[in-house]
């Protein structure tokens, strides 16, 4: 049971390549979702899915798109890369209800990604 | 998405209890309170939800009022290691989601 998987922990990017953001999780969890944590800032959620199929977006999704084809991945794409999306990148996953025993949302360690 | 508030920052002397309020006047009645903490950078790490009742674990206590508009996490024995951010968070129950706000810095002080 390796909860939330992340690939790569660490990236560089140039402005304007493109790449995907790999997010895995093997505790057959409905929900998943990404956030992205800015220099000593709070996170913000970026795109959810509440089941492989279903996404939906969050506070800030533009320049970011997702798809949830499986219920244990759930890649994110960024378009174009920016300056302004240097951040961390956490991907979570949950049950879709709270459960006994539940732990809520269980998060990755997180990509750390630099674009120059 | 019901908001929460809390103190941007707060103290606690090594060994005594922390007490960390929330406010979630907005939160509906099917809704759970959950709270995160985080570490530097790391992800951020469970520590305890509730819907009415008071909830203890191995980690913290939970104390919400009888209207469900605010809650303490209580940290019973403060250890340097709980240094942290910690995140109250109102889970939405037609989504799921959780949205963060910019919780409150615990030091915990020798």
């Known amino acids: 049971n390796a909860g939330v998987t992340q690939t790569p922990k660490f990236q560089v990017l140039k402005t304007g390549q493109s790449m995907t953001l790999q997010c895995a999780q093997d505790?057959?969890?409905?929900?998943m979702s990404w956030y992205r944590q800015d220099p000593g800032m709070g996170l913000r959620l970026i795109h959810y899915s509440v089941g492989a199929g279903i996404t939906d977006q969050g506070e800030v999704p533009n320049g970011y798109n997702v798809s949830r084809s499986t219920t244990e991945d759930f890649p994110l794409r960024l378009l174009s890369a920016a300056p302004s999306q240097t951040s961390v990148y956490f991907c979570?996953?949950?049950?879709?209800?709270?459960?006994?025993?539940?732990?809520?949302?269980?998060f990755g360690s997180g990509t750390r990604l630099t674009v120059v | 998405d019901a908001k929460t508030t809390q103190p941007p920052s707060m103290d606690c002397a090594e060994g005594r209890a922390a007490n960390l309020p929330c406010n979630h006047s907005t939160i509906s009645g099917n809704e759970y309170v959950y709270w995160y903490r985080q570490i530097h950078s790391q992800g951020p790490q469970y520590i305890i939800h509730g819907l009415k009742n008071n909830e203890t674990n191995e980690m913290a206590s939970l104390i919400i009022t009888e209207d469900r508009k605010s809650s303490t996490l209580i940290l019973p024995h403060a250890t340097l290691r709980d240094t942290a951010v910690y995140y109250c968070i109102v889970r939405s129950s037609n989504t799921g989601k959780l949205i963060f706000g910019q919780g409150t810095t615990l030091q915990v002080k020798p």
């Open positions: 505790m057959n969890h409905e929900y």
């Open positions: 979570a996953s949950s049950y879709d209800v709270p459960q006994g025993g539940d732990r809520g949302y269980t």
